[in-house]
């Protein structure tokens, strides 16, 4: 007899079992974009308007998936791009995240929003290969201080925000209606520093809203290149302009992302805009994509 489980091949399989088995707020928090949602459909729909252009007659024997990033070598093109709270879905949260990533040789970014420290993160998963995604405070010492400690504890690469000028979502009218989610939402100890309030606290928000720095720059940029020694990445370039701005300052890579839909509704798909910003880059810097890939042929 056929086993009665359902199978979990595809990403759409995992969102299915993930509808019905998590919390209201959690399936809000992780399935909504912002807005009406445009910029989240559009990522995926856009993927469905290319074709695979083939070529026959070739030996293809042996497949080589492998595929080198930031000079480290990952056993197939997909990585982990930084999403909080893990715990929501799993106990073990990004802990079990980066166990995941390091058994299957790819790489994970770790978001600053992550409800385990970096530096557990970076024990649970030794032979993983980690990079940190980074938001920056007003205060920089508070910003040298997760870069160090990112340093310190292994992480090979620093993946800048830089698509989220305001630290707000503009209309999620089901996740704040909810009374229960600040049951269901866990501490982020990368961003507690000894003067914020209690998680979860009325004035927890507000400390953190006004803390973040809000705008950032290209100066700022240029700061977190000259305060690490790791290689640095901007998460959230659109533009061939701004992408052509990002290798004058000297950046390692560009993550074409629009944020999961989950900033400004209305941004153009990232697979659109990817050919744009690899012919304005060259040879100059790394490009990544992410947002919208949900199977084989996407990638």
Request: glycine share 6%.
């Amino acid at each position: 007899m056929a086993d009665a489980s359902p199978e979990l091949r595809r990403v759409e399989d995992f969102q299915r079992a993930a509808e019905q088995s998590l919390s209201d707020t959690a399936w809000w928090y992780y399935g909504l974009g912002d807005g009406d949602n445009q910029t989240l459909r559009d990522n995926c729909d856009s993927f469905k308007r290319y074709r695979v252009l083939t070529r026959v007659l070739r030996d293809v024997t042996t497949v080589d998936t492998t595929v080198t990033v930031l000079g480290i070598k990952l056993d197939f093109p997909v990585a982990i791009s930084p999403t909080a709270h893990h715990k929501m879905a799993h106990p073990d949260g990004e802990l079990a995240t980066a166990r995941a990533a390091a058994a299957s040789h790819t790489g994970m970014v770790l978001s600053p929003f992550a409800n385990h420290s970096l530096e557990d993160v970076a024990a649970a998963a030794p032979d993983g290969t980690l990079w940190l995604s980074l938001v920056l405070f007003k205060n920089p010492e508070r910003n040298k201080q997760l870069l160090q400690r990112a340093e310190r504890a292994g992480f090979r690469a620093v993946f800048l925000t830089v698509d989220q000028p305001r630290f707000e979502y503009l209309k999620r009218p089901q996740w704040n209606r909810d009374k229960n989610k600040s049951t269901t939402f866990h501490s982020c100890p990368n961003v507690m520093f000894p003067d914020t309030p209690p998680y979860g606290s009325a004035e927890y928000r507000s400390h953190m809203y006004a803390a973040l720095k809000q705008p950032m720059t290209w100066d700022d940029v240029t700061w977190v290149k000259k305060n690490t020694k790791l290689p640095v990445v901007l998460k959230g370039i659109l533009s061939a302009e701004d992408a052509m701005e990002a290798v004058r300052r000297g950046v390692d890579g560009i993550l074409v992302s629009n944020h999961g839909g989950r900033q400004l509704d209305g941004v153009p798909a990232t697979i659109d805009v990817l050919p744009d910003i690899v012919s304005a880059v060259g040879d100059k810097a790394e490009v990544y994509l992410d947002g919208g890939v949900r199977t084989g042929t996407d990638v």
